[in-house]
């Protein structure tokens, strides 16, 4: 084969390398999750949703950007109102909206460089200022809330970034030995207080209860009691009643004693007799 021929072989098979490099370059393909950056010799042209698209070899070209969230910890040491210092660690979950994506590269140009200098710097002097709002007792006791705190402080220090604050955990918070174990001996007096109280309180409703109890018994008595003075009262009057009824009977009826004597009689002759009577005397009894 002679040189003619090798040089058609070499420049066929270079112009076949040049038409499949055109070929693949002309088209590319966006993730979901992601938001393709459409450029022009390095100009900005567009930002491309998830697909298929396809652009001129060579002069356009294409960044990808994730638009999921993203997370980055940090360790930092802050103080609390009562300037007790304290280690913690934060957790940022952020993400770029999909109408941002062109402000980021614009400003940013990867994800790696806003996550640098803007979650990093801005993330711990936010936490801080939260965080220095609370005393070291109320930041062990109410740690959502600080976390809720912390959360808007960041959103509000990231408000002219292309990023949204998904959310802020405040994970751990140390303070030093002798802090905690202070902290723990006033709980725990605190605790022992809240017993005392309660026990107190026990005491007292149970003295209630016992007085109560007993001012039911006695009233339960002095019913009973006053039950039966009515009782023995009535009786009396009803006895009387009827002796007083029993002697105007005998007052207006002088006959009535000869009656009852007669009613009484037994038939037997009485042994004795009232001088000068006509008739024996019959005893009543």
């Known amino acids: 084969m002679n040189t003619k021929g090798i040089a058609f072989i070499v420049s066929g098979i270079f112009a076949f390398l040049v038409i499949l490099t055109l070929s693949f370059g002309s088209w590319y393909q966006v993730d979901q999750g992601e938001r393709g950056v459409l450029l022009e010799n390095g100009r900005l042209l567009r930002v491309e949703d998830p697909g298929l698209g396809f652009k001129i070899p060579v002069i356009e070209s294409v960044r990808f950007v994730s638009v999921r969230d993203q997370n980055v910890v940090m360790n930092l040491e802050a103080y609390s109102y ?10 940022v979950t952020y993400s770029v909206p999909a109408d941002r994506v062109a402000d980021l590269y614009s400003e940013y ?4 460089n806003l996550q640098t200098r803007v979650i990093e710097r801005r993330t711990p002097d936010a936490v801080k200022n ?19 705190d912390a959360t808007q402080a960041v959103i509000q220090s990231m408000r002219d970034a292309p990023v949204q604050i998904v959310g802020v955990q405040i994970e751990e918070v ?3 030995s002798a802090y905690e174990h202070s902290i723990e ?18 005491a007292a409703i149970n003295a209630e209860i016992k ?35 029993r002697a105007q009977a ?23 007799q009232v001088p000068g009577s006509a008739l024996p005397f019959i005893g009543i009894k």
């Open 82 to 91: 009562d300037q007790q210092p304290a280690s913690m660690q934060v957790s």
């Open 109 to 112: 140009g990867t994800l790696s």
């Open 174 to 176: 140390g303070f030093s």
């Open 250 to 272: 005998l007052s207006e009826n002088t006959n009535l004693v000869s009656l009852i004597a007669v009613e009484r009689w037994d038939g037997v002759l009485p042994s004795t």
């Open 211 to 245: 007085v109560v109890n007993a001012t039911a018994d006695a009233d339960a008595r002095r019913q009973e009691y006053q039950a039966q003075a009515d009782g023995i009262r009535l009786k009396g009057e009803a006895e009387a009643a009827a002796i007083k009824a």
């Open 130 to 148: 939260a965080f220095g709002k609370y005393t070291a007792v109320r930041a062990i006791q109410e740690r959502e809330k600080l976390g809720l």
């Open 185 to 202: 001996q006033r709980m725990l007096a605190q605790v022992q207080i809240e017993t005392t109280r309660q026990q107190k309180e026990t």
